[in-house]
């Protein structure tokens, strides 16, 4: 597990500076996502399933950003080519190996949809079920607040 004072710090913020999508509620929703996704950083490959990252990305999700919105977004493109050294589309086994650039792949992800991202943890919650999670993921909301909670006090 992470220390998440330096997650935060070292690999969040830098990622989101370095995206120009940075906002406190951006960071959370990251702190949040890494916590209940991967039990805070503990886990790089998903148990029973295809997922990889500190944030847990699908290859299939990560595909389809790549294909469906960065290629057609020249200003992110640029971004991803300038700040975080994408010479076309990696290797999604790159998540598991740079934070940063995983931690650019998660914001990408909620980027695709328009609603303010919130400021409260309930509100995050809902959020990271509607959009990242969805209604068909195994995420529980009692139970993610508390891998949150927990993450945060380590």
């Known amino acids: ?68 919105y960065i290629k057609h977004n020249s200003r992110i493109l640029m971004i991803m080519l300038s700040n975080f050294d994408c010479h076309g589309m990696p290797s999604e086994d790159r998540m598991v190996y740079d934070l940063r650039f995983a931690t650019a792949m998660c914001r990408l992800h909620y980027s695709r949809h328009a609603e303010i991202i919130p400021n409260n943890t309930e509100q995050i919650w809902e959020y990271y079920k509607k959009y990242y999670n969805t209604e068909k993921g195994a995420a529980v909301k009692t139970e993610a607040l508390g891998k949150y909670y927990k993450f945060l006090k380590a």
């Open 1 to 68: 597990m992470f220390k998440p004072d330096q997650l935060r710090e070292m690999i969040i913020k830098p990622a989101l500076q370095d995206l120009s999508m940075y906002s406190e509620g951006a960071v959370d929703l990251m702190m949040f996502t890494c916590a209940v996704e991967s039990d805070g950083g503990t886990y790089f490959h998903q148990l029973n399933g295809p997922a990889l990252g500190i944030y847990q990305m699908e290859p299939e999700t990560y595909n389809d950003i790549w294909q469906n």
